[in-house]
């Protein structure tokens, strides 16, 4: 993980947390899952990380281990003070690793928290609550410290001293937090320095230097998501995808028609030919009725098949468009809307700033702009899995059967293929949603407390079974279930010639059993 190589770090950090769940040690699973969840936080996967942050403090809470607890709590205040901006949750949880590390006289992690509990009381503007911890940090820090938090150290003091009125000093520790910062390789709190710095300098009206500042910052700010940028779709081009999936749906349908209309149009022509006939030939009138009985039969035959074929292929086709649309979507969302809310938040922050304004009308604003931007955030995620995209439709399953366990219903995961093997992305995508789909369907109807998914892949084919011990149902009925979506995804299967099959009987739970032709990574 230190060495950013978080597939692998992952992986191996789960399978320590099976053998630590085997062996029943809530410090082994405790620091597993903090393992876990550090790895999402390097990923930007905030909700995530906070999910198995979480998870990690029950099983910590459950032992003697201070040093643990004081561990989790501190990066759980991390989460909510720097990623979700919910500084009085953050605080909290800050004060929880305060206890800990007290208990244990850690005197480092005393101080390093400590100076977390400054920043964030600094960053919702109440100094006077961050100052008596500003203070010890000042006093120790020469004993206790290191250089990973002197730059920020720095900065808090600048910040502090231009809240006070003091230019002289908050001058010097802005310029000494920005000089040891490009010194060092704390490029996260030499960008804040310079953010800090731009806000103080704004204040005092030095308007050429503080945009040299906000410069910087927003140069610093880039580089460090350059890692977690997609590239660029702009609106025009998502509206002309969804126009090309309307345009062949609609295709689609206009071929239907045209077709429904000539076979009946032909049936209407050898119907009147039959009355002709039986009008001519009484002797041949019951074989002239059984001969068009038995063509209009065969047309109907072949009409349902045409039918049902079309309907496929609309569902495909619809399905792709809302692939197409969740990609593009959440990469508009994260790489255009997400850094527009920012920018925006930035610059409300800066104008107040220099008009002195402290308004509520500001202020909450402020709030909404950034509230915005992290549901924004999420929802981007949300549409496109960034696990899924990183690391491989395995790993993504896996977590997602871990994501919808519960105290009511554990969902298992088994595969006999190795978590790192990667398939085509969009064929990815697909079986993705698919398996999503079947367990959603397992959580909302099927009143199970035990399911699992197995995957295996035999003779380029990926077998995929889901099994519930929930109610079930009658398999004739399942057409007409509405929100099931079943008859969606033997659809999709089918355009893939695939096979799909289901075993049900009520109160027997269900067995849904997909068999997929793999599109490998070219």
Not at 256 to 283: A, D, P
Not at 340 to 356: D, E, G, P, V, W
Request: aromatic fraction near 12%; charged fraction near 25%.
């Amino acid at each position: 993980m230190k060495n950013e190589n978080y597939e692998k770090s992952l992986i191996l950090s789960r399978q320590a947390l099976s053998q630590a769940i085997a062996l029943k040690d809530n410090n082994l699973i405790a620091a597993c899952y903090n393992t876990i969840a550090a790895n999402f936080d390097q990923l930007a996967e905030f909700e995530k990380a906070l999910f198995y942050y979480k998870k990690g403090l029950i099983y910590a809470d459950k032992t003697n281990n201070n040093h643990l607890k004081n561990w989790i709590n501190n990066n759980l205040g991390n989460i909510y003070c720097f990623d979700k901006k919910e500084y009085a949750k953050g605080i909290y949880y800050y004060k929880k690793s305060l206890e800990y590390s007290s208990k244990i006289a850690d005197s480092s992690e005393i101080l390093f928290t400590k100076l977390n509990i400054s920043w964030a009381y600094f960053d919702i503007g109440k100094f006077n609550k961050g100052l008596p911890y500003l203070k010890y940090i000042n006093k120790h820090h020469r004993i206790h410290g290191d250089e990973t938090t002197i730059v920020a150290l720095n900065m808090l003091n600048g910040m502090y001293y231009s809240h006070a009125n003091n230019p002289q000093k908050a001058h010097y520790y802005f310029e000494k937090a920005i000089e040891l910062g490009q010194k060092s390789n704390e490029k996260s709190d030499l960008s804040f320095a310079h953010q800090e710095y731009s806000k103080f300098l704004f204040k005092i009206k030095k308007f050429k230097k503080a945009y040299e500042n906000l410069y910087a910052y927003n140069e610093l700010t880039a580089k460090l998501n350059d890692e977690e940028k997609l590239k660029k779709v702009n609106v025009a081009g998502i509206n002309l995808e969804i126009d090309e999936y309307k345009r062949e749906i609609d295709n689609i349908k206009t071929e239907y028609k045209t077709s429904h209309q000539i076979l009946l149009e032909k049936q209407s022509k050898n119907k009147f030919i039959s009355i002709i006939i039986i009008t001519i030939l009484l002797l041949f009138i019951v074989f002239s009725y059984l001969y068009f009985q038995n063509k209009q039969l065969k047309q109907t035959n072949n009409l349902k098949d045409i039918e049902s074929k079309i309907q496929e292929n609309i569902i495909t086709a619809s399905i792709n468009g809302q692939e197409m649309e969740r990609k593009k979507i959440a990469s508009f969302l994260h790489d255009n809307i997400s850094a527009l809310l920012s920018s925006a938040a930035m610059h409300l922050t800066i104008f107040s700033t220099k008009n002195q304004s402290n308004s509520e009308e500001i202020t909450k604003t402020k709030a909404i702009l950034i509230q915005t931007h992290y549901k924004i955030r999420d929802l981007s995620h949300r549409l496109l899995p960034t696990l899924l995209a990183r690391f491989g439709l395995f790993y993504a399953l896996n977590d997602l059967c871990e994501m919808n366990s519960n105290s009511t219903i554990h969902f298992h995961y088994s595969s006999d293929v190795s978590d790192e093997t990667r398939y085509d992305e969009d064929y990815e995508m697909k079986m993705y949603f698919i398996v999503s789909e079947l367990l959603n369907n397992i959580t909302n109807h099927s009143e199970a407390n035990k399911a699992k998914l197995h995957l295996k892949e035999l003779n380029k084919q990926l077998h995929i079974v889901v099994k519930d011990n929930g109610v079930g149902f009658e398999i004739n009925q399942y057409q007409t279930i509405e929100g099931f979506g079943l008859n969606q995804i033997k659809a999709r299967i089918n355009t893939m010639e695939g096979k799909f099959t289901i075993i049900s009987k009520p109160n027997q739970g269900t067995t849904i059993e997909i068999i997929a032709p793999i599109d490998y990574k070219s």
